[in-house]
């Protein structure tokens, strides 16, 4: 039986990179999955909020989030749309989504701050953190 909440070319990075032993036992690997999840994946979210605060002043800013919030959110809405994960690809469209249309805002001068984008990163991670709570791992 395979886990539902599971992403199989996201497992074998995991896998591969040594992040998680293949051999281990299901609910071992379900341990170490949440393991990366919140060490390196929340606190690496974390940093690029954090870098998107220290360039909020740099004209680049917008049009580097665009440019990378466009590519994940037509990742997600047309490639991944079918992945089983612990979070919702659905909420992470939404969210990619909304950093994309934020930095339009900002690049055609709605007079939307560029903090903007790091308030909505920081929510990304806030949603993912909790639907990774209530959704079980396997």
Do not use: H
Not at 120 to 125: D, G
């Amino acid at each position: 039986m395979s886990c539902p909440n599971s992403n199989k070319v996201f497992d074998n990075f995991l896998f591969k990179s040594g992040l998680i032993d293949a051999n281990l036992s299901p609910t071992e690997k379900a341990f170490q999955r949440r393991r990366v999840y919140y060490t390196i994946c929340v606190v690496l979210r974390l940093l690029i909020a954090g870098l998107l605060l220290q360039f909020k002043d740099k004209p680049w800013l917008p049009y580097v989030t665009a440019i990378v919030s466009l590519i994940a959110t037509l990742n997600l809405a047309f490639v991944r749309k079918q992945d089983g994960q612990w979070w919702s690809n659905n909420f992470s469209l939404v969210m990619n989504l909304s950093l994309f249309i934020a930095s339009l805002l900002i690049i055609f001068k709605t007079g939307l701050p560029t903090w903007t984008l790091a308030f909505i990163f920081l929510f990304t991670i806030l949603g993912g953190v909790f639907q990774s709570l209530l959704i079980p791992s396997c």
